[in-house]
């Protein structure tokens, strides 16, 4: 329903987040114009696993996750490394984030996440079917795959969390795998498939289809960074940009990894860092899983993609501006082998492309969502970390409430940004 008066409203960042937050603020009547300062959807939102995990409850600090961290570390394979010249920085950070993983405050954090995550697909169809992108969106659900037949009782504790907020699954044994995904390797014994699950074949795509579809209802893009907030009386007067100031009613921040600096103007003080990620993708590959197929050990993604087969996963800690370390993404290769050994044992560089990528990660695995400290005409809607394709729908439902001033369709106090002062 349109709203009464139109605000005027300034959305920061073309990402999946931005993209919804300003197709859900359209469709309430308001004049919005999207602010990108490089390219649209080429962000974290460019090159992830594609997947709309409804069952993503589970945070990533968990209660004895630091007894593998050594092993993690020194393993080249392993899912999770650290430039130790980015250690001092990223200290206090490490910090927060091994105090986020008690049990209680797990427990917490996923009935706080559900809500957000577990209405993807609703939340997202109506903005597809609005922009005719119905063929990039899939609901096939999502295939956890376990070496070892106690592989999941190893992970407990998330299977509980997510039991435990409403995730149904089913689970197979070595020969039901094999009928299920038959490219998987013999040695993958115990299979989980949460059914609800879905993915998208091309996520720049769905970006770039959202956003066609809000320019062609009349939004608009402006190409430019913006670094602040002109306020008169508490009340935004303007987004500062590096192209000048654009008066505003209401501004969202939706600069994924980068909108630290943007709340700092507003003195608020967020711990947000990069998890940086990876991705390998081959072109033409001989075979292909049919359902998005997480090796839970050894944490990372094979999603079927528009234009090849993308594995996708690992943790850098390495801040925003150094240079990637394409190493990262070769592992995926090495492991996507032994995960699908029909694909051949040597590519030419021209079959494979390779990316990497910022998610925007708070310590406590839950994103900023809600009004800045110094105006309620600016609120936040950064930090999804891992699960940002899946909480950007219902992200933008919520900043749509947000700006009208109406109650939330979901609890955001977990969310808030004063909850690190
Ligand atoms: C390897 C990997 C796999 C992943 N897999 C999944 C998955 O399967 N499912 C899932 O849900 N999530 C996944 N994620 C996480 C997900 O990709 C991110 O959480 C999500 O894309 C974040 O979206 P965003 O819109 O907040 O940020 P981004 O997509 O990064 O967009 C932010 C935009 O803001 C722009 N910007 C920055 N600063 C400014 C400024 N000052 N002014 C104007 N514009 C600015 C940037 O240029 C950028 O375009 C994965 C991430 C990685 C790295």
């Known amino acids: 329903m349109p709203a009464s008066s139109g605000k005027k409203v300034g959305v920061i960042g073309a990402g999946m987040v931005g993209v919804c937050a300003a197709s859900y603020l359209q469709r309430q009547g308001h004049e919005v114009f999207m602010l990108e300062a490089g390219k649209p959807g080429h962000g974290a939102s460019f090159g992830n696993a594609g997947a709309f995990n409804a069952s993503s409850v589970t945070p990533v600090s968990m209660p004895g996750m630091m007894w593998n961290v050594p092993r993690w570390l020194f393993d080249p394979l392993g899912p999770l490394s650290l430039r130790w010249r ?27 996440l559900r809500p957000l995550v577990g209405a993807t697909l609703d939340a997202l169809m109506p903005l597809v079917r609005d922009a005719g992108a119905e063929d990039l969106v899939h609901c096939l659900g999502h295939l956890y795959v376990y070496r070892s037949p106690h592989g999941p009782q190893k992970e407990r504790l998330a299977w509980e969390l997510r039991q435990e907020n409403g995730v149904q699954i089913d689970e197979f044994d ?9 490219t998987l390797a013999r040695d993958f014994v115990r299979g989980i498939l949460v059914r609800e699950n879905g993915h998208t074949s091309n996520p720049l795509g769905l970006v770039e289809r959202l956003l066609g579809q809000f320019l062609r209802s009349g939004g608009e893009l402006v190409r430019a960074r913006a670094f602040g907030f002109d306020l008169a009386d508490g009340r935004l007067a ?56 997480a ?23 390495a801040g925003l501006t150094a240079p990637p370390d394409w190493r990262r993404a070769r592992i995926l290769l090495d492991q996507g082998r032994r995960m699908l050994p029909g694909l051949a044992a040597h590519y030419t560089e021209d079959r494979i492309s390779m990316w990497m990528g910022h998610r925007p990660s708070l310590p406590d695995s839950l994103p900023v969502i809600g009004p800045s400290r110094a105006t309620p005409d600016v609120i936040y809607a950064f930090g999804h970390g891992h699960v940002g394709m899946t909480a950007a729908p219902m992200t933008g439902k919520l900043v749509a409430d947000l700006v009208v001033g109406r109650p939330p369709a979901i609890d955001i106090t977990p969310f808030a940004p004063a909850r690190f002062a």
């Open 174 to 182: 070595a020969d039901e795998l094999r009928q299920l995904e038959p």
């Open 86 to 112: 980015y250690l001092p920085v990223v200290a206090p950070w490490l910090i927060r984030f091994i105090r986020a993983g008690t049990l209680e405050k797990v427990h917490a954090q996923a009935r706080a």
């Open 238 to 293: 303007a987004i500062r940009t590096d192209t000048g100031d654009l008066p505003a009613d209401a501004a969202i921040v939706c600069a994924g990894a980068w909108s630290r600096p943007l709340a700092a103007t507003l003195g608020d003080r967020i711990p947000l860092e990069t998890e940086r990620g990876y991705h390998l993708m081959i072109c033409d590959p001989e075979v292909m899983p049919r359902i998005p197929t």
């Open 295 to 317: 090796d839970a050990e050894g944490k990372f993604v094979a999603t079927p993609m528009e234009s090849g087969l993308r594995f996708a996963g690992t943790v850098e800690l």
